[in-house]
């Protein structure tokens, strides 16, 4: 199961899309009974590239819904494990990369929308770091541990 950036506890203070599945109750806010802590949080940390690295940019436009992303370079990407870019502030998940584009995207990931991009915008990655941090004190329905 992937992380998630919300937990119970937060449901009466934080805005929700309607899509979500997470039920939004201001009542939840002043009832400390029914607060929940996690147990473990992970920090993720993205470092940009240095300002001298060279960047790939978009060579065509791309629409919120395009899955495959031509770009002019792909020589700064890696090409085994995970890689994620970002466009403007939207990030991308890529599933492989083929000559020069980037495909089997998975776009609008990390909290993020998918939205239209021009031709010409940089496609930055950087170096990641993950963390899992264990809570003393957490507090789950049963009370705090």
């Given at each position: 199961?992937?992380?998630?950036?919300?937990?119970?506890?937060?449901?009466?203070?934080?805005?929700?899309?309607?899509?979500?599945?997470?039920?939004w109750d201001s009542g939840s806010r002043d009832d400390h009974e029914d607060d929940v802590f996690p147990d473990t949080v992970e920090i993720q940390l993205v470092?940009?590239?240095?300002?001298?690295?060279?960047?790939?940019?978009?060579?065509?436009?791309?629409?919120?819904?395009?899955?495959?992303?031509?770009?002019?370079?792909?020589?700064?990407?890696?090409?085994?494990?995970?890689?994620?870019?970002?466009?403007?502030?939207?990030?991308?998940?890529?599933?492989?990369?083929?000559?020069?584009?980037?495909?089997?995207?998975?776009?609008?990931?990390?909290?993020?929308?998918?939205?239209?991009?021009?031709?010409?915008?940089?496609?930055?990655?950087?170096?990641?770091?993950?963390?899992?941090?264990?809570?003393?004190?957490?507090?789950?329905?049963?009370?705090?541990?």
């Amino acid at each position: 199961m992937a992380p998630l950036d919300r937990w119970d506890s937060t449901r009466g203070i934080l805005e929700f899309d309607d899509a979500e599945e997470f039920a939004w109750d201001s009542g939840s806010r002043d009832d400390h009974e029914d607060d929940v802590f996690p147990d473990t949080v992970e920090i993720q940390l993205v470092l940009n590239p240095a300002r001298s690295r060279a960047l790939a940019r978009i060579v065509d436009d791309i629409g919120e819904s395009d899955d495959s992303i031509r770009v002019d370079n792909v020589a700064e990407y890696a090409r085994d494990g995970e890689l994620f870019v970002r466009i403007d502030s939207e990030w991308i998940q890529v599933g492989g990369i083929s000559g020069n584009r980037l495909i089997d995207c998975v776009r609008g990931v990390r909290g993020t929308r998918a939205q239209e991009h021009l031709r010409g915008t940089s496609v930055v990655t950087g170096t990641e770091f993950r963390r899992t941090v264990r809570i003393p004190g957490y507090r789950d329905s049963r009370g705090p541990r």
